[in-house]
T-cell receptor, first 111, second 113 residues
Framework: DTEVTQTPKHLVMGMTNKKSLKCEQH?????MYWYKQKAKKPPELMFV???????INESVPSRFSPECPNSSLLNLHLHALQPEDSALYLC??????????FGEGSRLTVL | AQSVTQLDSHVSVSEGTPVLLRCNYS??????LFWYVQHPNKGLQLLLK??????LVKGINGFEAEFKKSETSFHLTKPSAHMSDAAEYFC???????????FGQGTTLQVKP
């Protein structure tokens, strides 16, 4: 069982919708990550939060908006997405610069 | 530039035979190295990690990897494959001064009965 919990597991949304992906961890990690993964490809880093502050933004379009309300929670707000944004979105956490622990992902389909 | 190269995109073995998944890294120093496994429609699970301690690293489910600095390699092995080992495997390295992981392109392991 993963100790990083992501909800929802599946999400279907239209291009005009606003939705959010949520991630929670209770391992005391102070770094949290969002990755995007297309089929048969490695995960691509989107954002890194360290001690609840955004430390890395990999030039992600503004239609993706991350939020870290506290040290255990990480959200990814979605608005006006495109069909090419359909992917598996993975959350991960770690001690700073330690190994990453991943959640099971949220499968997003944009119609 | 820092990079990770997985030398085989697809490996096929018979159940009960050894597994070898190859990974090379580029670096001017000894980085942290990881192997992750991903089963279909699942997240990534850490198999093992190297962080400059013992060069032979043992992981979960019978996997191990050997860090060879002279060859800049970190190949993953298992003596005897199980059907449940069929999955996608990613080699990754820690980025210098960041929390960013650099992933290889992945190797699909097929296990035949």
């Amino acid at each position: 069982d993963t100790e990083v919990t992501q909800t929802p597991k599946h999400l279907v949304m239209g291009m005009t919708n606003k939705k959010s992906l949520k991630c929670e961890q209770h391992m005391g990690h102070r770094a949290m990550y969002w990755y995007k993964q297309k089929a048969k490809k490695p995960p691509e880093l989107m954002f890194v939060y360290s001690y609840e502050k955004l430390s890395i933004n990999e030039s992600v379009p503004s239609r993706f908006s991350p939020e870290c309300p506290n040290s255990s929670l990480l959200n990814l707000h979605l608005h006006a997405l495109q069909p090419e944004d359909s992917a598996l979105y993975l959350c991960a956490s770690s001690h700073p610069w330690g190994e990453l622990f991943f959640g099971e992902g949220s499968r997003l389909t944009v119609l | 530039a820092q990079s990770v190269t997985q030398l085989d995109s697809h490996v096929s073995v018979s159940e009960g035979t050894p597994v070898l998944l190859r990974c090379n890294y580029s670096s001017s120093y000894s980085p942290s190295l990881f192997w992750y496994v991903q089963h279909p429609n699942k997240g990534l699970q850490l198999l093992l990690k190297y962080t400059s301690a013992a060069t032979l690293v043992k992981g979960i489910n019978g996997f191990e990897a050997e860090f060879k600095k002279s060859e800049t390699s970190f190949h993953l092995t298992k003596p005897s494959a199980h059907m449940s080992d069929a999955a996608e495997y990613f080699c990754a390295r820690g980025g210098s001064n960041t929390g960013k992981l650099i992933f290889g392109q992945g190797t699909t392991l097929q296990v035949k009965p």
